[in-house]
DNA sequence: CTGAAAGCGCTAACAT
DNA sequence: ATGTTAGCGCTTTCAG
């Protein structure tokens, strides 16, 4: 019978492996020079103690923090209330799990990046993921925490990146739409200040232009309520639209929704596409383009993690996906 | 000229407010007795200098922890790539971020609960969350986290929940439909050992029970795959059912899709119900029941993080919705 | 009411 | 290759 499982400290694993401190230290954590038979009986007595190293412990004598902070950029608090961000947040607890960090997230407000530096000071904050990220959080970034931060979005020279292709994956959606014989395609846009979304309108001028067809966009903000309007707006404006590009499946979602309710048939008036193929999509046929939203932010929390010189910038691909909305 | 920004510690404060460390900590930390004076002095040196305390510091000569680790209970990992549980993951990072608290979340096995025990043994972690929990979890939390563990859905003597009133919820449904006229309704469970589940499918059968009608179930899971093979299912055993109720807005969507795929019209040969009211039930027009989930965890997570005596169960209440599938 | 002193558990020089 | 020795920044007895 054990007794009152006072957990084990690496002093008792040493104890019972025979050893100092320092050199269980050193085989724990792998670092500097140990001898085989001082590794096998220092893992066996962890083992047999079930040892779990203290994070606050290390952390504190080694200045290192005990929490990734994932910093989302935005209009309002807002933001954080966004299944995207949940996905993400949630994905990179999970990747944080087993190097016994957590995670926390909080919102900067756009007109103030500023508050990045307060956020970012607290010594807790072990690394950083950029959400969202603008140019100017991205010179915000403390040197504390260079080559411990990554960007979800654009990058820079310090902070590495691992963004989705949007252009491309816009561009692919267009010329299905293209080829799939509609002509007169509007678009509904993400937030302008939104790197990623304005690659995606770029996309689509691109193609409209190279196809030398005119273009038609409506300002959106990703959701369903301002889809909803925009498919009102784009009807009101260019009566004969016979595609609309979602910059969100819930823009799209939304925008379908109001064709359906003024008695527009979609796909057979009106083509609707989505992006980001959120699990719905395919419950509601959505055509859309497919993000490994989990991959990404796997990639993305663990260039933080593994301090290794990461590429600078990591690009997933966008798929097309074919359903029967568009 | 300010240097090399390093961040201030107790020890500058107390400097610059002319005290001990100890007075700063007290005054800092509110314990103890502290005069006007000295707490004056110390917030403002605190404010100045732009302190933050070190978290892993604190955890450490606390033996505290500095996570909040969130436990999921199920059958496979895959538990942890759902939306709610995203949800959740995430609401709790916010609540606990102005804590300096970080967030983790794990899997735990439905056929080997005792994983909980190795996970909650970690000295790092802080509170525990409980997710989806079953009594042999509510068992199994170790004793240095009692009062430090909340549970959404079912508690204990030992552990405070929060939980969704699934009962009243469902029987509302149910109910409706009724008063509406159906008279032949089916319903697609949830997973059985999930105790919330199996409260609306009681729920459920009550209430045909007291209008004598008879009960049609088909197990579900959750998920809206599920529901279109459910759907099938339940038109095969009994084709004259006119209703049928979802475990959640999944399983409902999914059933909807199938029935339309089959030619089958909603609501009008068929009712469809949701429940949980998933930001997409609303485009898609489904009835369903509304849950307040970012209120929900943060209720919990409140619970682990002020250590006051919380009551033993709060419960939710579940809100009907209605829409067009129903 | 305040200060001095003793660690929390761990790592990282520095000596062997 | 291993042990010894200092702390990391903070809280908390214990004496004043």
Same mark, same amino acid.
């Given at each position: 019978?054990?007794?009152?499982?006072r957990p084990a400290t690496l002093e008792d694993v040493a104890r019972v492996a025979g050893v100092s401190r320092s050199t269980a230290s050193r085989v724990l954590a792998d670092s500097g020079f140990t001898s085989p038979i001082a590794r096998e009986r220092v893992r066996t007595a962890a083992d047999r103690l079930g040892y779990v190293p203290n994070a606050a412990a290390r952390a504190l004598v080694r200045g290192a923090g005990v929490?990734?902070?994932?910093?989302?950029?935005?209009?309002?608090?807002?933001?954080?209330?966004?299944?995207?961000?949940?996905?993400?947040? *949630? +994905?990179? %607890?999970?990747?944080?799990?087993p190097y016994g960090l #957590?995670?926390? &997230?909080?919102? !900067?407000?756009? =007109?103030?990046?500023?508050?990045?530096?307060?956020?970012?000071?607290?010594?807790?904050?072990a690394g950083?993921?950029?959400?969202?990220?603008?140019?100017?959080?991205?010179?915000?970034?403390?040197?504390?925490?260079?080559g411990r931060?990554?960007?979800?979005?654009?990058?820079?020279?310090?902070?590495?990146?691992?963004?989705?292709?949007?252009?491309?994956?816009?561009?692919?959606?267009?010329?299905?739409?293209?080829?799939?014989?509609?002509?007169?395609?509007?678009?509904?846009?993400?937030?302008?200040?939104?790197?990623?979304?304005?690659? *995606? +309108?770029? %996309?689509?001028?691109?193609?409209?232009?190279?196809? #030398?067809?005119? &273009?038609?966009? !409506?300002?959106? =903000?990703?959701?369903?309520?301002?889809?909803?309007?925009?498919?009102?707006?784009?009807?009101?404006?260019?009566?004969?639209?016979?595609?609309?590009?979602?910059?969100?499946?819930?823009?799209?979602?939304?925008?379908?929704?109001?064709?359906?309710?003024?008695?527009?048939?979609?796909?057979?008036?009106?083509?609707?596409?989505?992006?980001?193929?959120?699990?719905?999509?395919?419950?509601?046929?959505?055509?859309?383009?497919?993000?490994?939203?989990?991959?990404?932010?796997?990639?993305?929390?663990?260039?933080?993690l593994e301090q290794r010189?990461?590429?600078?910038?990591?690009?997933?691909?966008?798929?097309?996906?074919?359903?029967?909305?568009?």
């Amino acid at each position: 019978m054990t007794m009152a499982h006072r957990p084990a400290t690496l002093e008792d694993v040493a104890r019972v492996a025979g050893v100092s401190r320092s050199t269980a230290s050193r085989v724990l954590a792998d670092s500097g020079f140990t001898s085989p038979i001082a590794r096998e009986r220092v893992r066996t007595a962890a083992d047999r103690l079930g040892y779990v190293p203290n994070a606050a412990a290390r952390a504190l004598v080694r200045g290192a923090g005990v929490r990734l902070l994932v910093a989302v950029a935005g209009a309002t608090p807002g933001v954080l209330d966004d299944s995207y961000i949940h996905q993400v947040v *949630s +994905t990179t %607890a999970q990747v944080c799990a087993p190097y016994g960090l #957590g995670v926390t &997230v909080e919102w !900067v407000p756009l =007109d103030e990046p500023g508050q990045l530096t307060r956020l970012a000071d607290d010594r807790g904050v072990a690394g950083l993921l950029l959400v969202n990220t603008t140019e100017a959080l991205l010179d915000l970034v403390p040197r504390r925490l260079r080559g411990r931060t990554a960007s979800i979005g654009i990058g820079s020279a310090a902070v590495p990146s691992v963004d989705i292709d949007n252009g491309g994956g816009t561009a692919a959606i267009v010329r299905h739409l293209y080829t799939a014989g509609r002509r007169r395609i509007a678009m509904v846009t993400g937030p302008a200040w939104l790197t990623c979304a304005s690659r *995606s +309108t770029e %996309a689509y001028r691109g193609v409209l232009r190279e196809a #030398g067809l005119p &273009v038609r966009e !409506v300002a959106g =903000d990703f959701t369903a309520a301002r889809g909803r309007a925009a498919a009102q707006e784009v009807l009101h404006r260019w009566p004969d639209t016979d595609a609309i590009v979602g910059s969100s499946d819930a823009t799209a979602l939304g925008v379908i929704d109001q064709l359906r309710t003024d008695g527009v048939r979609v796909p057979a008036d009106v083509a609707v596409t989505g992006f980001d193929d959120i699990p719905l999509a395919s419950v509601t046929a959505l055509t859309t383009a497919s993000h490994p939203v989990r991959r990404i932010a796997k990639a993305a929390a663990s260039m933080v993690l593994e301090q290794r010189s990461a590429p600078p910038v990591t690009v997933f691909p966008s798929s097309l996906v074919l359903r029967e909305s568009a």
